[in-house]
């Protein structure tokens, strides 16, 4: 039987993702115990710093760091090792997990951990958004708007979310958004601009159907009109849009102007109000285990 290559391997673990209910550290430590990989697992604290997160990935200096949470940890990983070849492997932990989904990654911690040891680095491009690192979906309008309310919810089910975005269709205004493609200027009223490394939102609604993690542009998807059917189609189903409501863009760089401040989100965290977005496309950005 061939022997198995040792490999050092840190583990990122933020134990505030997702329910908590499943003790993710335990399952790594049990899995890893006799396999003769080399492992350590750093878990995050509720008030770090990210400097803390780089020292520790380069005192360890690991074959692979692999993310156990959310999408936002994954982002802190990436951040960390931008423009490195030290492959990221991810263990899905968070209550969306859009990128594990995206690539193929299983939900449950031990086929995921098999696919951390197992897999094959792929190289992935990544965008910046106002100087945001975006691994994943970033807009403004609608939905940023949707995300920092849902974030207030007690409640976080259908009904509360349905209660929450039927009020905000009253309260939230339809942008004014200018941004040029090609030497091409778009100016359109919009319910939201989607800023487009990926494919699909967590929940499985593909807003970018066309997208590729490895090519050499990003798309920008105009959402031209909003009900509250195509909101909880976008927050619960994997039923798609309606097209008629909907362009698509493809490019390297962007600038999108707004007449007024219009809410930003990235990668599923809110960030504020802005009436400009700047985005840069970073190729092979980093390295993901698929």
Same mark, same amino acid.
């Given at each position: 039987?061939?022997?198995?290559?040792?490999?050092?391997?840190?583990?990122?673990?933020?134990? =505030?993702?997702?329910?908590? *209910?499943?003790?993710?550290?335990?399952? /790594?430590?049990?899995?890893?115990?006799?396999?003769?990989?080399?492992?350590?697992?750093?878990?995050?604290?509720?008030?770090?710093?990210?400097?803390?997160?780089?020292?520790?990935?380069?005192?360890?200096?690991?074959?692979?760091?692999?993310?156990?949470? =959310?999408? =936002?940890?994954?982002?802190? $990983?990436?951040?960390?090792?931008?423009?490195?070849?030290?492959?990221?492997? /991810?263990?899905?932990?968070?209550?969306?997990?859009?990128?594990?989904?995206?690539?193929?990654?299983?939900?449950?911690?031990?086929?995921?951990?098999?696919?951390?040891?197992?897999?094959?680095?792929?190289?992935?491009?990544?965008?910046?958004?106002?100087?945001?690192?975006?691994?994943?979906?970033?807009?403004?309008?609608?939905?940023?708007?949707?995300?920092?309310?849902? @974030?207030?919810?007690?409640?976080?089910?259908?009904?509360?979310?349905?209660?929450?975005?039927?009020?905000?269709?009253?309260?939230? @205004?339809?942008?004014?958004?200018?941004?040029?493609?090609?030497?091409?200027?778009?100016?359109?009223?919009?319910?939201? $601009?989607? /800023?487009?490394?990926?494919?699909?939102? =967590? #929940?499985?609604?593909?807003i970018n159907p066309?997208?590729?993690?490895?090519?050499?542009?990003?798309?920008?998807?105009?959402?031209?009109?909003?009900s509250v059917m195509?909101?909880?189609?976008?927050?619960?189903?994997?039923?798609?849009?309606?097209?008629? @409501?909907? *362009?698509?863009? *493809? #490019?390297?760089?962007?600038?999108?102007?707004?007449?007024?401040?219009?809410?930003?989100?990235?990668?599923?965290?809110?960030?504020?109000?802005?009436?400009?977005?700047?985005?840069?496309?970073?190729? *092979?950005?980093?390295?993901? /285990? $698929?």
């Amino acid at each position: 039987m061939a022997q198995v290559e040792k490999q050092k391997l840190l583990f990122i673990l933020n134990t =505030g993702s997702g329910s908590g *209910q499943t003790d993710l550290k335990e399952i /790594i430590q049990e899995h890893l115990e006799k396999s003769g990989h080399l492992f350590e697992i750093y878990s995050l604290s509720k008030n770090f710093f990210i400097q803390e997160l780089k020292n520790k990935i380069s005192e360890v200096n690991a074959d692979k760091v692999i993310a156990v949470g =959310g999408d =936002g940890t994954l982002k802190l $990983v990436a951040e960390c090792l931008l423009e490195k070849n030290t492959p990221i492997g /991810i263990i899905p932990a968070g209550s969306a997990n859009g990128m594990a989904k995206e690539l193929g990654i299983p939900l449950e911690p031990i086929p995921a951990l098999e696919i951390c040891l197992h897999g094959k680095p792929k190289k992935i491009h990544a965008i910046t958004v106002n100087d945001e690192l975006c691994i994943h979906l970033a807009d403004i309008g609608f939905n940023a708007y949707l995300v920092k309310k849902f @974030n207030t919810l007690n409640h976080r089910g259908m009904w509360g979310y349905t209660k929450a975005a039927w009020q905000a269709l009253w309260s939230h @205004n339809k942008m004014e958004v200018a941004f040029k493609i090609k030497n091409k200027m778009i100016r359109s009223e919009a319910a939201m $601009v989607v /800023i487009a490394n990926a494919t699909m939102y =967590g #929940t499985g609604v593909k807003i970018n159907p066309d997208g590729m993690l490895d090519d050499r542009v990003f798309e920008v998807v105009l959402v031209k009109k909003y009900s509250v059917m195509e909101i909880l189609k976008l927050k619960f189903t994997d039923m798609k849009l309606n097209p008629e @409501n909907i *362009q698509v863009f *493809q #490019t390297a760089e962007l600038t999108i102007r707004t007449k007024r401040k219009a809410h930003f989100q990235v990668d599923g965290e809110y960030i504020g109000k802005v009436n400009k977005v700047d985005a840069t496309i970073i190729l *092979q950005a980093i390295s993901v /285990i $698929v």
